[in-house]
């Protein structure tokens, strides 16, 4: 398929600009400083919306199919959030208009924040972060700032080694070392290690619960001790709270600080890789740490409030991924309090009854009760056949792949989650698939090798992408 | 509605399946004292015919007014095509593009973004987005950091003072100092840059056209990095000035699209950018789309580059972003596409209304302009009392323009002011005459 | 100079090795380092080598240079202390080199040693191939 460029055309108009209703004047900008060229393609309206029509076929989204993408909570986007967010009352406001011209906008933030802390216990939450990574940025950036203004020199951070890289990445970007905390034949977090690593540098762990493993640890309130009893901090990496959502609050679990994922358990779309939305909450005593403004109310006048007294600063221009906001909103609104606590009952529900059907095809490495999501791996798959032929060859039969190759601590590893909003009969057809995918594997291997065939292209060679980088379109 | 599709019934074959009497007994791994007895506090739920006028009640209470606003949110003309294109469920309802096979079209688009941010900034390499222009320039301050191995950022009062505020927070976390250089005439005071700028100097941060809307020099500002060997990153807030201006010859150019199609909203979200020269390339955080083939030779695109990102380097990485602000950075890309070479002349637009409305406003009694500096869209008035006037305005649902003093205290009663193709001439004349009682 | 065979190659036996997979041929003062077969092999292809600037200082067993595949990014640590003198300048075009000829063409980098003794401290070649095949 062309690219846009390809199909540019000299003279072509899509767009058809007013006349200039001022008199014109020449030389405002020195020709000097003026752009020499503007290499921009020439087109109507029919050629752009054909190539992105097209494009979009080539494409997968919720919509299409099943997508069981471990880690990710592909679950149904509702359209009722779509059309909400683009209210004009919400997208034609501009965040520097005087506040008394925005109280919607902070109205529905403030409700939010709400009830965010009573979803998951915690004191108060800022809804500033633009991702999940972006929030646990915010969260290390909180740790940090707390130890200097105790005079702590705290200089690490605790990580499971089954935790997802951006965990890590967080901790380096605030300048702490970051200590590996080996896992248990569980899967959960090995006490022994834990305890043995806590000394008086340990700032905090950050924990995924239920790990990425889909494993809830049945330890969560003696590591909140240990953590708590030697000063350090706990942070929860939120990603998972589709499990627990409604049925368990993240701060009873001993939390004192979290990120939620709002286009992940909240129902806000992915979009091709964002824009998201990562909230953080805290509890009380952290409050003032949290990036400003936060959003209050004073008697019936809601108010951007910048005086937090130990705050780490800001974090992005403005307030937050406000459109995203609102879809997340209008989603805790549908579902309320009656509604809510189903997803994490039915997320959980499905996964183990997926994971029950599949177990006696694949290898499971811990076989065990599991929350929202579970790990297969290909463990004893007969000839040669690897993760990455088996999620190949799901594309074929019209699914997108589960999550391969993480966590890192299961060779070969298949993170299924097929979410609350997937019915029994999608799921017995994707079990039915990959019991025929695992005869193919025995009696057929070629067909996995070669996957995917049916696709718009097949394998891609990503050696080539890597050792001859072509990023960009040259004529 | 809660969307959850299976019916009780079949719920009680899965339990079956699974072995239990009970949903809730899967969650016996959880302690007992854990699960929650009472439901939330929240409100009840509701059918989407009530959601839809509980919020739209909401959304009543932002009062729409025709405002000269810009700081860093700008309020442009977006095709038709754009909303359609982004509202296809094919592109919004999908994930990051792990699979490329199934989502040629996804990284296609994204591809051809960056294309389009090399096309506009004249940089070698762009990604695939930032979550912002303020989070990009943060990066960008890191990167030089990790590329020169310096300690020192020097920045212009002249940059958004909330972008400033952002980069100040990030690099208080990782021991970079930020040096803050004063504006004289609206623009970067040059013998101030003098002064601060030293060996230690990983670079220099401006954005063009700066937070007044003033047009910097960058050429000169260039000089004086070159000779400390510091990076110059430009920074583009208000990305329809690209139709007329250049980055300059900067090392990084970052910034944010939101002028390409993205609505006000609020203020989020927007789509950062980020490009470099070449050489600068495997030290960019975000994603990158690369152009390959798949077994038959067939071209396709597909994520690369991947070992500079969190997933591979985890603590080494040099950034932890994953979830970027792809589906805004697929906006500007139809939008570009649909103004293309009439990017040009939508600037003008925009040029020649904001100096209309300048020219008018300059010869008012009580008002006159803060600065005699180049400008694009954007330019600063001084009045005698602008809470006054704001409020006088909003009687007639007007807003002329956001009171500096917020951000500035020497620029208390100055008044930025924006002009776009969305304001007609007898909305500037309205405004000026408004002004004038 | 090495026939290399259908699937392994042998570990030359005028070169000293490390327990982390990368090997060191000394002329004069002068070792010239790579990396195994076996740690090729285990990378898979190669798309990328981070070299060292020349007459940088190199610490024994600390990084000295970095190497990357499709999936993963790997430390070179230096077999014995010293300043890089030269550098693989070919691996910029042709990182596939560390792959095809490990001993050869796909040397990484050259260090001036600062003190020779330091070589006793690493393995013969049948010494590393234990631990090669152990792993």
């Not at chain 1, 060229?37 to 979009?56: F, G, Q």
């Not at chain 1, 929860?236 to 589709?242: H, I, L, R, S, V």
């Not at chain 2, 637009?349 to 904001?354: A, E, H, I, V, Y």
Request: hydrophobic fraction near 35%; charged fraction near 25%.
């Amino acid at each position: 398929m062309k690219l846009i460029f390809e199909k540019s055309s000299a003279g072509r108009k899509a767009v058809e600009l007013p006349k200039l209703d001022v008199p014109e004047k020449t030389d405002l900008i020195p020709t000097n400083m003026l752009r020499n060229e503007l290499s921009l393609p020439e087109l109507s309206e029919i050629d752009v919306m054909r190539h992105y029509t097209e494009s979009s076929k080539k494409n997968f989204g919720v919509d299409n199919g099943f997508y069981p993408l471990g880690s990710c909570t592909m679950k149904y986007n509702p359209k009722i959030n779509e059309d909400i967010s683009r209210l004009p009352g919400f997208t034609s406001i501009h965040p520097l208009a005087p506040e008394s011209l925005n109280q919607g906008a902070l109205q529905l933030m403030y409700n939010l924040e709400k009830d965010l802390c009573e979803i998951t216990g915690m004191s108060r939450f800022t809804l500033q972060p633009a991702a999940g990574s972006h929030g646990e940025l915010v969260g290390v950036m909180i740790i940090k700032k707390y130890f200097e203004l105790k005079n702590e020199n705290r200089t690490k951070i605790l990580i499971p080694d089954s935790a997802h890289g951006t965990n890590p990445a967080s901790a380096a970007l605030c300048e702490f070392e970051t200590i590996q905390i080996k896992s248990n034949d569980g899967g959960c977090v090995d006490l022994e290690d834990l305890r043995k690593h806590m000394d008086k540098d340990v700032a905090g762990l950050m924990l995924t619960n239920p790990n990425t493993l889909g494993l809830s640890d049945k330890n969560i309130l003696e590591i909140a001790k240990i953590l708590h009893d030697n000063g350090s901090l706990f942070y929860c990496d939120g990603a998972n709270a589709n499990a627990v959502v409604g049925v368990v609050k993240i701060a009873d679990m001993g939390f004192d600080i979290v990120h939620l994922n709002l286009h992940k358990t909240f129902s806000a779309p992915h979009g091709i890789g964002g824009p998201g939305s990562g909230p953080v909450g805290v509890v009380k005593h952290l409050d003032d740490f949290l990036p400003v403004p936060l959003i209050d109310k004073n008697k019936d006048n809601y108010c951007l409030n910048y005086n937090l007294k130990n705050s780490i600063g800001q974090v992005r221009a403005f307030y937050g991924n406000f459109s995203v906001l609102v879809k997340a909103y209008t989603y805790v609104k549908s579902l309320g309090r009656e509604g809510l606590p189903e997803v994490a009952k039915n997320a959980v529900l499905n996964a183990n009854y997926l994971m029950s059907k599949l177990k006696k095809h694949f290898d499971l490495p811990y076989d065990t009760v599991c929350k929202h999501e579970f790990v297969l791996s290909d463990k004893g798959m007969p000839n040669h056949i690897t993760t990455i032929d088996i999620a190949k060859r799901l594309l074929d039969y019209g699914y997108h792949a589960p999550t391969i190759y993480f966590p890192l601590i299961v060779h070969g590893s298949i993170m299924i989650e097929p979410t609350e909003t997937e019915s029994k009969q999608t799921m017995d057809e994707f079990a039915d698939v990959m019991v025929k995918i695992r005869k193919e594997a025995s009696e057929n291997p070629e067909l996995l090798r070669n996957a995917p065939s049916t696709t718009p292209v097949k394998r891609l060679d990503t050696v080539l992408a890597a050792r001859k980088p072509v990023l960009k379109y040259e004529e | 509605m809660d969307y959850i599709p299976n019916t009780e019934a079949e719920k009680k074959e899965m339990l079956q399946e699974v072995g239990v009497n009970d949903t809730l007994d899967l969650f016996k791994d959880i302690d007992e004292k854990l699960i929650l007895k009472e439901p939330l506090k929240i409100s009840n739920r509701l059918s989407e015919i009530d959601v839809r006028k509980k919020i739209e009640a909401i959304a009543q209470k932002n009062k729409l007014m025709k405002n000269f606003l810009g700081a860093g949110c700008y309020n442009h003309f977006i095709p038709s095509v754009v909303n359609h294109i982004i509202s296809r469920s094919e592109f919004y309802t999908a994930y990051t593009p792990y699979q490329p096979e199934i989502s040629q079209g996804a990284l296609q688009s994204i591809f051809e973004f960056q294309t389009y941010i090399c096309k506009l900034t004249g940089m070698d390499v762009a990604n695939a987005s930032m979550y912002d222009g303020s989070t990009a320039l943060a990066e960008a301050a890191f990167m030089a950091h990790s590329i020169t191995g310096k300690n020192k950022i020097i920045i212009p009062k002249t940059i958004h003072p909330e972008y400033r505020k952002v980069v100040e927070t990030y690099c208080s976390m990782h021991n970079i100092d930020c040096v803050e250089i004063n504006y004289n005439n609206g623009t970067v005071d040059i013998e101030n840059l003098k002064n601060e700028i030293d060996d230690n100097t990983a670079a220099v941060l401006v954005q063009n056209p700066n937070f007044f809307g003033c047009i910097e020099d960058i050429d000169e500002i260039e000089k004086f990095a070159r000779e400390k060997k510091a990076l110059l990153v430009a920074c583009v807030v208000e990305a329809v000035s690209l139709g007329v201006l250049e980055p300059g010859n900067a090392d990084i150019v970052v910034g944010d699209i939101q002028s390409f199609g993205i609505p006000l909203s609020f203020g989020g979200p927007a789509s950062g950018f980020m490009a470099v020269k070449k050489e600068h390339m495997r030290k960019m955080p975000g994603r990158l789309v690369g152009q390959t083939a798949d077994t038959d030779g067939k071209k396709g695109f597909i994520l690369t580059l991947q070992t500079r990102e969190q997933h591979i380097r985890r603590e080494k990485a040099t950034s932890n972003i994953c979830t970027n602000s792809a589906l805004m950075a697929l906006a500007a890309t139809v939008y570009l596409s649909m103004l293309g070479k009439q990017l040009k002349n939508l600037a003008n637009l925009n040029l020649q209304k904001s100096h209309y409305a300048y020219e008018k406003i300059k010869h008012l009694d009580g008002f006159e302009p803060a600065f005699s500096s180049l400008f694009f869209n954007e330019f600063v008035i001084k009045c005698n009392d602008s809470e006054k006037s704001i409020s006088k305005m909003q009687e007639n649902n007007i807003v002329p323009g956001l009171d500096l003093g917020k951000y500035y205290p020497e620029l208390k009663n100055h008044l930025l002011i924006c002009v776009t193709e969305m304001h007609s001439k007898g909305d500037i004349d309205t405004l000026v005459e408004l002004m004038k009682e | 100079m090495n026939i290399m065979e259908e699937n392994e190659m042998e570990n030359p036996k005028d070169m000293k090795y490390t327990k982390e997979h990368e090997w060191i041929k000394v002329e004069n003062d002068i070792g010239t380092v790579g990396i195994t077969d076996f740690a090729q092999d285990a990378l898979t292809d190669v798309v990328f080598v981070e070299l060292p600037k020349i007459g940088k200082k190199v610490e024994r067993f600390k990084t000295a240079a970095t190497i990357e595949s499709v999936k993963s990014v790997s430390d070179i640590f230096a077999p014995v202390s010293g300043e890089i003198a030269e550098v693989n300048q070919q691996l910029a075009e042709h990182p596939e080199f560390v792959n095809k000829e490990p001993y050869d063409n796909g040397w990484i980098f050259k260090i001036k040693i600062t003190d020779k003794n330091e070589l006793d401290n690493l393995m013969s070649s049948e010494e590393y191939e234990k631990i090669a095949k152990g792993e």
